[in-house]
C-alpha cells in the first residue's frame, strides 16, 4: 500500500523536479542532460536573471496574487452563504436550487468562453482583473456550493436553536458559529479552487492579455516564441510559480486533512 | 399565576398533523414533564414553546404574554438539549457567558452570574476547558448553567439525560431536582422515560400522536390512569393486560392489573408457567405464560422460584382496571 502511495508521488512529483533542477542550469547542459542535477560546470542563474530583469515579473505575480485571493475570498463567502441557506432553510424550490447550482460542477464554464468575452466587451471589462475575479467566482462557485452544504447539514441542528435561544441572529450564527465548526471543508474548497485559478492561462489570455493585467502563467509564455523558447527564463518563472502555491497549500493542508478525513475518525 | 399557556396548538408538517388541538396551562414554578413514546410530538411542542418551531394555528403565552410572534430569545426561556448543543470553539466560560454577551449585559453581572452558576453546579475549576475536554455529565451540567445564567422565567428541557450512562443519569436527575427547588422557576421537561416523568415531575402531561391523553400528578396518572394507554405507559414494568372474558366469559372488557398487585395464591384464578425469573435483590421479577399470553408479576424481596414450574396468581379485585374496547376506562 505505502510502496504504491510512495511510487505515485515519485511519478507525479518528477515533472515538477525536472523543472526545478533545469531552472538551475545552462542552457546547453538543459539540452545536454536535462536529468542530471545542476554541478559546478552546469550551474547558472541565467533563467532566474532573465526572469527578474524582464521587470514585469513582479507585477505578473501580483496579478496573480491579486486574482487568486480575491476570487478564493468571494467564493468562500457567496459559496458558504449560499450552502448555509440550501441547509438550513426550508422554503419552496430548495432542492431544485440545490441542483440548480451544483449543475456547474458538470459543465465546464470554457464551453462558455465566446459568450463570457461578449459580455466582458460590452460591460468595459476586457484587460481588467475583475474581469478574471468574476469567471473565476463563478467557476468555483458550485463546487464549493455543493461540499459547504454537504459539510453544513453534518452541523448539529441543536447547536443553532441553542445559539437562536441564545439570542444571536441568522448572521451571527453564520459567521460565529457554523463557519468556524466547517473551517475543515472551506480549507478543502480553498485548495480546489486555487490550484485550477493560479495556474488558468485560458482566460488570462483571452480576457485580460494587456501587459497590466497578465497573470504569471501568461507572463511566462512570452519566453516561449514560435521560433526560439527562452528555456531557462520559463524553466525558472515556472519554478517561481510553483512557491506560492505551495506556501498556502501547506497552510490548508493541516486544515484540508481534517476535512477530507472527518466524520471518518470521529 | 400562569407560567405558560397554549390554546389550540396545532403543528402540521406538510399534510401530516402531528400535534392536535393542545391545550396546556402551566402554574408558577410547577415542573412538568411531556411524557411520551417517540414521535407523539413532545419535542415539536417544546420547540413550539421555544419559538424554534412555529405552530401552524393557535397561540402560546408565557407570564401572561403572549409570545407566538416572537423570537425565541425575546421568549425569556433557555433551553437545554439532548446532545448538549454546546459551542465546541469557547470554553465553558465562553458557552455561558454568550447569551448575555448578547444581551448586552454588563461585565459584572456576566461574571457574577457565571461565578453563582458555576457554583451551584460544580464547574468552578472547569471554566477554562473547552466542551471537548469534558465528559458527558459535565457537558451536561455546563448546558444546564448557559441555562441558569440567563435567569429565565421558564426553563425548558429535551431529553436531558438520554445521552448519559444508567449511573449519572440519576444523579444528574437528583441536581435536576434539587435545581428546581433552589431556583423554583417553571420547569417544562420532555422525555420517554416514564421513570423520569414519575420522579421529577409536579405534572405530567402524556402525549401519543399528538393529543394529550392525560394530564396530572404522578400519582393520580398511576392511580387513576384515564385510558389503557396511560395505563400501560407508566410504571415499570408496565401493567398487565388480560381480556376479563378469561375470568367471565360474559365480559368483552380489558382486564389491567399492575406487576406488583399480583400475588402467588395456591388458590388463586390464573395458571401460569414460570417461563424467567429475574432477580434484583430487592424485587424479583416473575416473567410467566398463561397461555399463550406474557404476564409480569413484581415480588419484593428475594424468591426462588424454579423456572418452568407451574404457579398459580390471585389479585385483589378492587386493584384491578378495566378497559372497554376502544381503551377507555369502564
Same mark, same amino acid.
Given at each position: 500500500m505505502h510502496g504504491a502511495l510512495i511510487? $505515485?508521488?515519485?511519478i507525479a512529483l518528477f515533472p515538477v523536479f525536472v523543472i526545478v533542477i533545469n531552472s538551475f542550469k545552462k542552457r546547453k547542459s538543459i539540452f545536454r542532460e536535462p536529468l542530471s542535477l545542476p554541478d559546478a560546470g552546469s550551474f547558472s542563474l541565467v533563467g532566474y536573471e532573465t526572469v527578474l530583469k524582464q521587470g514585469e515579473f513582479f507585477s505578473y505575480f501580483q496579478n496573480s496574487m491579486i486574482v487568486t485571493v480575491v476570487s478564493l475570498f468571494f467564493i468562500l463567502l457567496f459559496g458558504a452563504m449560499a450552502a448555509f441557506a440550501l441547509s438550513e432553510y426550508r422554503f419552496p424550490g430548495n432542492k431544485w436550487m440545490g441542483l440548480y447550482l451544483a449543475l456547474g460542477i458538470m459543465i465546464p464554464i470554457r464551453i462558455g468562453t465566446v459568450a463570457i468575452l461578449e459580455l466582458m466587451v460590452s460591460t468595459g471589462l476586457v484587460n481588467t482583473l475583475t474581469a478574471l475575479i468574476l469567471v473565476y467566482i463563478a467557476q468555483g462557485l458550485p463546487l464549493a456550493v455543493f461540499i459547504l452544504s454537504e459539510f453544513m447539514h453534518q452541523v448539529s441542528d441543536d447547536l443553532k436553536n441553542a445559539a437562536r435561544v441564545d439570542g444571536l441572529s441568522e448572521y451571527t450564527i453564520f459567521f460565529r458559529i457554523v463557519l468556524p465548526l466547517v473551517r475543515p471543508a472551506m480549507a478543502t474548497v480553498a485548495v480546489f479552487n486555487m490550484i485550477p485559478i493560479w495556474n488558468d492561462l485560458w482566460f488570462p489570455l483571452i480576457l485580460a492579455p494587456a501587459e497590466a493585467t497578465k497573470t504569471l502563467t501568461l507572463g511566462s509564455q512570452v519566453f516561449i516564441g514560435q521560433y526560439v523558447t527562452n528555456w531557462n527564463a520559463v524553466l525558472s518563472a515556472l519554478s517561481m510559480a510553483i512557491l506560492p502555491v505551495l506556501i498556502? +497549500?501547506?497552510?490548508?493542508?493541516? !486544515?484540508?486533512?481534517? #476535512?477530507?478525513?472527518?466524520g471518518a475518525v470521529k | 399565576m400562569i407560567a405558560l399557556s397554549l390554546n389550540g396548538v396545532n403543528k402540521y408538517f406538510g399534510k401530516t398533523q402531528v400535534l392536535k388541538d393542545i391545550d396546556i396551562s402551566i402554574e408558577d414554578g410547577e415542573f412538568v414533564v411531556f411524557v411520551g413514546p417517540s414521535g407523539c410530538g413532545k419535542s415539536t411542542l417544546l420547540r413550539i414553546i421555544a419559538g424554534l418551531e412555529d405552530a401552524s394555528s393557535g397561540s402560546v403565552s408565557i407570564a401572561g404574554q403572549d409570545?407566538? $410572534?416572537?423570537?425565541?430569545?425575546k421568549r425569556g426561556i433557555a433551553m437545554v438539549f439532548q446532545s448538549y448543543a454546546l459551542y465546541p470553539h469557547l470554553n465553558v466560560k465562553g458557552n455561558m457567558s454568550l447569551a448575555l454577551k448578547q444581551e448586552k449585559q454588563s461585565k459584572d453581572v456576566i461574571e457574577q452570574r457565571i461565578a453563582k452558576a458555576a457554583q451551584m453546579l460544580n464547574l468552578e475549576s472547569y471554566l477554562n476547558r473547552f466542551p471537548s475536554e469534558l465528559s458527558g455529565g459535565q457537558r451536561q451540567r455546563v448546558a444546564i448553567g448557559r441555562a441558569i445564567v440567563r435567569e429565565p422565567t421558564l426553563f425548558l428541557f429535551d431529553e436531558p439525560l438520554s445521552n448519559l450512562d444508567a449511573a449519572l443519569r440519576m444523579n444528574t436527575r437528583l441536581e435536576i431536582a434539587n435545581l428546581h427547588k433552589q431556583l423554583a422557576t417553571t420547569m417544562v421537561y420532555v422525555t420517554h422515560d416514564q421513570t423520569e416523568a414519575m420522579t421529577l415531575a409536579d405534572k405530567i402531561v402524556v402525549l401519543r400522536d399528538g393529543v394529550?391523553? !392525560?394530564? #396530572?400528578?404522578?400519582?393520580?396518572? $398511576?392511580?387513576?390512569?384515564?385510558? !389503557?394507554?396511560v395505563a400501560g405507559f407508566l410504571g415499570a414494568p408496565s401493567m398487565n393486560f388480560l381480556p376479563a372474558s378469561v375470568f367471565n366469559a360474559t365480559d368483552d372488557r380489558t382486564l389491567g392489573v399492575r406487576p406488583e398487585d399480583l400475588f402467588i395464591d395456591e388458590a388463586g384464578p390464573i395458571s401460569a408457567q414460570v417461563n424467567h425469573v429475574e432477580q434484583l435483590g430487592g424485587d424479583t421479577n416473575l416473567i410467566v405464560r398463561m397461555d399463550e399470553r406474557q404476564l409480569t408479576l413484581r415480588l419484593? #424481596?428475594?424468591?426462588?422460584?424454579?423456572?418452568?414450574?407451574?404457579?398459580?396468581?390471585?389479585?385483589?379485585?378492587?386493584?384491578? $382496571? +378495566?378497559?372497554?374496547?376502544n381503551g377507555n376506562r369502564a
Amino acid at each position: 500500500m505505502h510502496g504504491a502511495l510512495i511510487l $505515485y508521488t515519485l511519478i507525479a512529483l518528477f515533472p515538477v523536479f525536472v523543472i526545478v533542477i533545469n531552472s538551475f542550469k545552462k542552457r546547453k547542459s538543459i539540452f545536454r542532460e536535462p536529468l542530471s542535477l545542476p554541478d559546478a560546470g552546469s550551474f547558472s542563474l541565467v533563467g532566474y536573471e532573465t526572469v527578474l530583469k524582464q521587470g514585469e515579473f513582479f507585477s505578473y505575480f501580483q496579478n496573480s496574487m491579486i486574482v487568486t485571493v480575491v476570487s478564493l475570498f468571494f467564493i468562500l463567502l457567496f459559496g458558504a452563504m449560499a450552502a448555509f441557506a440550501l441547509s438550513e432553510y426550508r422554503f419552496p424550490g430548495n432542492k431544485w436550487m440545490g441542483l440548480y447550482l451544483a449543475l456547474g460542477i458538470m459543465i465546464p464554464i470554457r464551453i462558455g468562453t465566446v459568450a463570457i468575452l461578449e459580455l466582458m466587451v460590452s460591460t468595459g471589462l476586457v484587460n481588467t482583473l475583475t474581469a478574471l475575479i468574476l469567471v473565476y467566482i463563478a467557476q468555483g462557485l458550485p463546487l464549493a456550493v455543493f461540499i459547504l452544504s454537504e459539510f453544513m447539514h453534518q452541523v448539529s441542528d441543536d447547536l443553532k436553536n441553542a445559539a437562536r435561544v441564545d439570542g444571536l441572529s441568522e448572521y451571527t450564527i453564520f459567521f460565529r458559529i457554523v463557519l468556524p465548526l466547517v473551517r475543515p471543508a472551506m480549507a478543502t474548497v480553498a485548495v480546489f479552487n486555487m490550484i485550477p485559478i493560479w495556474n488558468d492561462l485560458w482566460f488570462p489570455l483571452i480576457l485580460a492579455p494587456a501587459e497590466a493585467t497578465k497573470t504569471l502563467t501568461l507572463g511566462s509564455q512570452v519566453f516561449i516564441g514560435q521560433y526560439v523558447t527562452n528555456w531557462n527564463a520559463v524553466l525558472s518563472a515556472l519554478s517561481m510559480a510553483i512557491l506560492p502555491v505551495l506556501i498556502l +497549500y501547506v497552510i490548508f493542508s493541516r !486544515q484540508l486533512i481534517r #476535512g477530507i478525513t472527518s466524520g471518518a475518525v470521529k | 399565576m400562569i407560567a405558560l399557556s397554549l390554546n389550540g396548538v396545532n403543528k402540521y408538517f406538510g399534510k401530516t398533523q402531528v400535534l392536535k388541538d393542545i391545550d396546556i396551562s402551566i402554574e408558577d414554578g410547577e415542573f412538568v414533564v411531556f411524557v411520551g413514546p417517540s414521535g407523539c410530538g413532545k419535542s415539536t411542542l417544546l420547540r413550539i414553546i421555544a419559538g424554534l418551531e412555529d405552530a401552524s394555528s393557535g397561540s402560546v403565552s408565557i407570564a401572561g404574554q403572549d409570545v407566538t $410572534y416572537e423570537a425565541p430569545s425575546k421568549r425569556g426561556i433557555a433551553m437545554v438539549f439532548q446532545s448538549y448543543a454546546l459551542y465546541p470553539h469557547l470554553n465553558v466560560k465562553g458557552n455561558m457567558s454568550l447569551a448575555l454577551k448578547q444581551e448586552k449585559q454588563s461585565k459584572d453581572v456576566i461574571e457574577q452570574r457565571i461565578a453563582k452558576a458555576a457554583q451551584m453546579l460544580n464547574l468552578e475549576s472547569y471554566l477554562n476547558r473547552f466542551p471537548s475536554e469534558l465528559s458527558g455529565g459535565q457537558r451536561q451540567r455546563v448546558a444546564i448553567g448557559r441555562a441558569i445564567v440567563r435567569e429565565p422565567t421558564l426553563f425548558l428541557f429535551d431529553e436531558p439525560l438520554s445521552n448519559l450512562d444508567a449511573a449519572l443519569r440519576m444523579n444528574t436527575r437528583l441536581e435536576i431536582a434539587n435545581l428546581h427547588k433552589q431556583l423554583a422557576t417553571t420547569m417544562v421537561y420532555v422525555t420517554h422515560d416514564q421513570t423520569e416523568a414519575m420522579t421529577l415531575a409536579d405534572k405530567i402531561v402524556v402525549l401519543r400522536d399528538g393529543v394529550v391523553e !392525560q394530564t #396530572g400528578t404522578p400519582m393520580e396518572l $398511576y392511580n387513576d390512569p384515564r385510558n !389503557q394507554f396511560v395505563a400501560g405507559f407508566l410504571g415499570a414494568p408496565s401493567m398487565n393486560f388480560l381480556p376479563a372474558s378469561v375470568f367471565n366469559a360474559t365480559d368483552d372488557r380489558t382486564l389491567g392489573v399492575r406487576p406488583e398487585d399480583l400475588f402467588i395464591d395456591e388458590a388463586g384464578p390464573i395458571s401460569a408457567q414460570v417461563n424467567h425469573v429475574e432477580q434484583l435483590g430487592g424485587d424479583t421479577n416473575l416473567i410467566v405464560r398463561m397461555d399463550e399470553r406474557q404476564l409480569t408479576l413484581r415480588l419484593f #424481596g428475594q424468591h426462588h422460584i424454579a423456572e418452568d414450574s407451574r404457579i398459580r396468581l390471585n389479585f385483589a379485585n378492587e386493584k384491578a $382496571y +378495566y378497559f372497554d374496547a376502544n381503551g377507555n376506562r369502564a
